[in-house]
Each structure stands twice: as C-alpha cells, then as structure tokens.
C-alpha cells in the first residue's frame, strides 16, 4: 500500500512545483507578419507601405513594436534581464504567456480567444484605439492577452499594462521615467477606449526629438504636425498627421504668385494649361511691367473690396481674406489647396486644420455683406473644400478620407446665422473652438468671470443651442503654452482638473493645445501628463492623479513639491493680462503707457478701494517667493539622483519665471515712483530692472523648444518678456538710472 504521504505529495505539492516552474518564464509572443523577426518588424516603419489596402505589415510593425516595450520595460521593472523572451506566434512557447494582438492577427490569442473570452467582435466594438487586457488560468498557466480594436489600441494597451504594474512617463528625457519594482503577477481584467479621439498638440513645423514622440505615444497622445521629419514613425505609433495654418491663402492663393494659366489676354504664357476661367472685366494686363502675369492681376475680382477698392489684401499670415463670393476665386482655392495635400506641403496628412488668415478681415464687396457673418463665409469654403477633397478621393488621386477641422476664433468666433447645406457633412468638417483670450484664474464655466462668460457664449451658440446652425461635433484647442507666454512655467492643474470634463459635456471630443515644447518641460511636465490621463479618460481621479505624480516624481519631496505646485498655479494663473494676447501688462509697460493697470484681472496691489478679481502682481511676486523657498528646501533633501534631475530642470524653469516677474514688478515701480515725483526710489527699481533684464538675456534654455513664431529678435528670457521697452521709457521718464547718494532702497 502506498504512503498517504506520497499521494498527497503527488496531488497537492507536485502540481504547485511544476506551475511554479511555469510561472518562472513568461514569454510574449506577437506575429510578425512579413518580417525575418521580431526585432525586424519592430523597426520596420520605413519599409511599411501605410497607404496601400494590406495592413498585415501595418500590424506587424507597431505590435511587435509594442512587444518590444513590453520586455524592455518589464524586465526593467522585474530586474529578470533573461525573462520575457519575445517570439512569434507560430509555436506555443512554455511558461506564462503574454499575447499581443487579437485573434486575427495572433495565432494563439485565436486559439485560446475563448477560454480567455474575448472575440473580434468585441474588440470591433471598442474601436481602432481602445483595447481589451484579461489574464486567464489556461491548462495551467497564466495567459494574459493585450488585444486591441487595431494595431493601435494593442499598442496603447502595452503601455496601458505598463501603466499598471508603475511605469511612468513623466517627460521625453530618460530621467523623467519612473519605473517602479515589481514581481509579475498577472490578473488582469480591463477594457479600455479614450473619451477624447484625438489628442495631442498643435504644431507647424518640424521640432521634436524621437524622445518625444515616443512620450506622445506612451502616454497615449495622438495628434502632432505633418511637418515632422519621420512621418513612418509617426504611422507606426499611431500618431495623427495635421496640416493647415493661417498661411495657406498665401501659399495656395498669393496674389503676388504667377497666374498658372494660358490667360486668353496675355503673350508669354502659352506654355500653360488652358485657362478655365472667364477674362474678368477688371483684368488690366501686367500693370506692375515685370513680364509675369500674377493672380491678382489677372482676377482683380478674386482678391477683396477694402474701402470701394479691389485689392491684394492677402497677406502671408494676416491682411484682409479673398472674396469668398466669388465662386471662381473659391475653386481656384480650394484645388490648389487639394492639390497641396495629394503632392504638395501638406502630402501625407491626416487631418487638415483649415484656417483663414489671423484674425484677418472680409471682403467688403456688395455679395460678399450678402452672405452674412465671417463665420458664414467661413463655413462655404469649408463646404467647398470638403468637396474638393471627396472628389479627389473618388477619382482616386487620394487613397484616404481627410476630415477638415475648421476655425472658430478671433473673427469667425461667432456662430453662424445662416442654413448650411442640406448635405453638409458634419462627420467630415468639425468645428476647433480656440479662447485664446480666456482666463485661467478662473474656470471656463465660471459664471461670472467676463473673459470666460464671453467665450462660454459663443462656444454654447456653436454646440448647445438649441437653434444653432452647426450641428456638428467640436475640437477644444487650448493655450497651455501659447507662443506668447514663451515657455514660463505656468502651472493649471486645477484648470484642467474642472475645463476638460467641461468640454467634454459640451460636446468636444478632440483636443490639442499650442504651442507645447518639445522638452526641457520642468514642472510643465504635470500639465502634459494630467492632459494626456484626462483626455483618454474625463473622469480621471485628478487628487490621486497629483498624489501619485508627486510621490513617484519626487520620492520623499513629494509633501513639499505639492505645496510648491499649489503655489506655482496661484503664481503665473493670471499669466494672460499679464503678456498674453490681448490688453496686457508686457505691452503697456513696452510702450510706457500712463495707466499700467487698466482691468480688474491685473492690479497692481490689493489697495483698499481696488477691484481685483484674480491675483495682483505684487501677490503673484509672493506666492513665486514662497516658491522659491518650497524648491530650495526640496533641493537641500537627501535624495536620488535622478530626483534631483528632476528638481534641477524645474528649478531651473522656475528662475526663469521668477524673474520675469522680477522684472515686471522692478519697471511697474519705477514707473509709478517716477511719476509721482520719486524719481530716486523710482531710479533704484530702474537699476534692479537692468540687472535681472541682464541675466534673462543669458538664458536662451529655457524657451528653446517652443514654437518661435516668427519673432522678430533673438530667442532668449528678456526679449520674452515682450516688454524691453520699458527700461529706454523709463530712462526717458528719469533720465538718469543712478539715484542721489542718500537714496535708501524703497520699502514695499
């Protein structure tokens, strides 16, 4: 007879010992469609074909791509450097299991899809972008499953598992990274899809390092400039394209370009295609003599009416828009622009963000009043241009549908009051609401703020009201780092904790902000990172979101770095009456301007008798000392070197910001002193204005990786002030920076 010992030895402990055994190597295994391997296939963005209709080497190249994070990041994590071996799925490897990909494009997900209950319609179901994560006990092993509704979303629920188990992408540098310690215990039962579909940033122009798109993708983010150098990577981590700024009439339209046509009425052109427009009456030959025929002088009608006179009036950013009533000028227009996207600036792009010119005026021509508002002219071209880009798609010239994002800012701001076209398509043409004058003190719904009040109107006209014109759905583009705030590390947690959950209940459902630096992010790091977890998911946990962004971001600073950003929102909140676009403090003190403080967001000092509904500057001053001294007292702690990375890159941003306002607060004294006959205090406020005016000029580090915007002088701290003026106003207003000899500095 057997020992009862050894039949309990065989049921209980000898199955424990061999799962066990298992559980020591979890493999991941991926297809890797057309490719030699998966190394191969996980970097194989620029042999991809991502227009042509097989997606097998789509799919191939980001899930294996997303494989490949899985075992860097896990066996970080683990510290297992021989563990999470990544095959193919051709065979059934041993061990625990982790498969990426659903069952039509992984073998062994399709052939455990039932134990582990999942099925391609369910993943259908959660669409391109959302993904499904389960973790199942099969024949005696963990299999977890990472599938998505497409490569994408298999790619987003990596990093979503990564998330998970502590990893943490706080910014593109390396040192931003938190990867927390962990032993691989799978049990996973997760569904996941954004709120937001698009979302990201706006760009123009080709910025950004490698680091950075892959935080963008890490964390989520969709949507960045077709400018970018490596459009295959973008693809490959399923990054949106956009193209389109307030330049397009000048580089499709220009009335100074040559009139690309064999004009019935002019010698030298006979090479051109056939002219398919009619000779406009207005038509005078080549009135400037250069032997060219321009646009303009060949359809004087096309450009605008200002003051009874037709005109060029388009400029490369600005000016007044062409005439919109004109159907010829508006075909003209639109194909070129069309053309631009199928071979030209804009070939490759996803999305087109269709904008007139910055806050341009309108053709004052009788039709033109006829069709009503701006925002009505607006919407014809955008109903002209969706046209356009449908044609070239059915004809084959484009192999994708491009949606248009349309402008809703500045002069066309205001809701439309006329019909749109029966066949308008609203899933095509979506309307972007950009307040780029709205204030930050505040929330955007808060009901009595008159900045916000006012945005709040127009954006309910284009998305609420019950008789509106527009019927579609909204983009939300916000200011977070607009180029005329250059950088200052401003901080809305608060903001965004209450305005993205807003929007989304309005109707918004993409989202990207201007004009995002592309590193160097400092504390600006907690506002990219709140985005990207809000915008997949608006009711994100934001207290716990700070908790466990400042324990896992500063470790044992975590208390005092809090307090820091707490103090920093309340420090540079009140940053757009302060230099933003609009009736702002950098302007009036460029200019020297008597009444530096002309509305109640921005005084001075709270006197006795003053309105001031948002922080002053003289309490913006003290809420940044008491900044000063929450980073100071972090940087003294005994911690980790990458920590103290960390607080040296924000600290760094941190002075930069302290002594912008520095520097406002110096001239806005010397202003007042001066002018109320105390021109010796006033001159010692002068001299400290010049002494930190100099050492904002030696920083050029810290606005760097921001959108230039064209600016007009050398990128550095001073010159970001938008306020250099000021010292030669005020050398005019003491004519001396050198003050009596018994002058004793001023008491606040």
Known sequence: M?????YLFVVLILPMFCISRAHATTTIVVNIGPFESVEAAAQAEERVDWFDADMTDDIACTQCFAAMEL???LREATGLAGNFAVVKDAGMPEGELILLGGPDSNRLTKRFAQKLGIDAGQLKRLGPQGY??????IDGRRVTVVAGGGRVGTLYGAYDLLHRLGTRWFGPENFHTEVASIKWNPGFDASERPDFLTRGFLAVEDRGSEEFILWMARNRLNEWTVAYRNQSLLRKLGIRMVCGNHDAEWNFFAPIKPYPYNHPKFKGDDNNPEDPYPVSVLYKGDTDGNGKLSYFEAHPEWYPVVNGKRVPGVGDWGGTNFCTSNADACSEFVKNYVDGIIDGPYRGADLVRFWTLDGGKWCQCENCKSLGIPSDHNLRLVYRLDKELKKAHREGRLNRVIPIRFLVYADVLAPPTRPLPDDFDYDTCTATFYPISRCYVHNFDHASCPRNVNYRKKLHGWAVDPGRRYRGQLVIGEYYN???????????????????PHYYKTGARFFQYMHVTTGRWGNKSLTN??????LWDVETDCRGLWQDFFERRYGPAAETMREFYESLEKTFSNVEPLKGWSNNLATRLQAGSNNLFNEPHLQYKRDSGTKSDAPTLTEMVEYGRRCRELIDKAMKMDLSKRIKMRLAEDNRQFTY???????YDHCCQAFMLGRAGRKDEARVHLVQAK??????????????????HDEPFPLDGFHSTYATGAIGQLE???????????????KK
Not at 529 to 534: D, K, T
Request: with cysteine; aromatic share 8%.
């Open 2 to 6: 057997e020992s009862p010992l050894k």
């Open 71 to 73: 075992q860097r990041f």
């Open 132 to 137: 499904r994560i389960k973790t199942e006990t």
């Open 482 to 500: 607009v180029s005329r705030y250059k950088s200052l590390p401003i901080c809305f947690m608060h903001t965004m904790a209450n305005d993205i």
């Open 529 to 534: 990172y709140q985005m990207a977890r809000q």
């Open 657 to 663: 910001g302290q002594r912008t306002l520095a520097y």
């Open 691 to 708: 002494r930190v005016a100099d050492l904002l000029r030696q920083d050029t580090w810290s606005m760097d990786l921001a959108f230039i």
């Open 732 to 746: 005019k207003l003491l004519g001396s920076d050198k003050p009596s000899l018994n002058t004793k500095p001023p």
